[in-house]
């Protein structure tokens, strides 16, 4: 079993940055992918890449700590979503329990 914790959401003003951080625990020498995903409301949970947020976001990884981040620059009003950790193993895929990010002046 896997778990994953993420931490770092909350209220910011347009413009502004936070960083996500997701922590895994258990059998973390099972994962061999995490990354992030988000969830507007009444929108389909989405993976976040470079793309999908025009490079305002980067992604890190801590692989000896199964650790991953989210830089969140230059927010938008439309970033307001919870925020997902997902791992991957061999035998299932695995999701955090989500931060809530709301952007609003």
């Known amino acids: 079993q896997v778990q994953l914790v993420e931490s770092g959401g909350g209220l910011v003003q347009p413009g502004g940055s936070l960083r996500l951080s997701c922590a895994a625990s258990?059998?973390?020498?099972?994962?061999?992918?995490m990354d992030w995903y988000r969830q507007a409301p009444g929108k389909l949970r989405e993976l976040i890449t470079a793309?999908?947020?025009?490079?305002r976001f980067t992604i890190s990884r801590d692989n000896a700590k199964k650790t991953v981040y989210l830089q969140m620059n230059s927010l938008k009003p439309e970033d307001t979503a919870v925020y997902y950790c997902?791992?991957?193993?061999?035998?299932?895929?695995?999701w955090g329990q989500g931060t809530q990010v709301t952007v609003s002046s």
């Open positions: 793309n999908s947020v025009k490079g």
């Open positions: 258990g059998s973390i020498f099972s994962i061999y992918a």
């Open positions: 997902h791992a991957d193993t061999a035998q299932r895929e695995y």
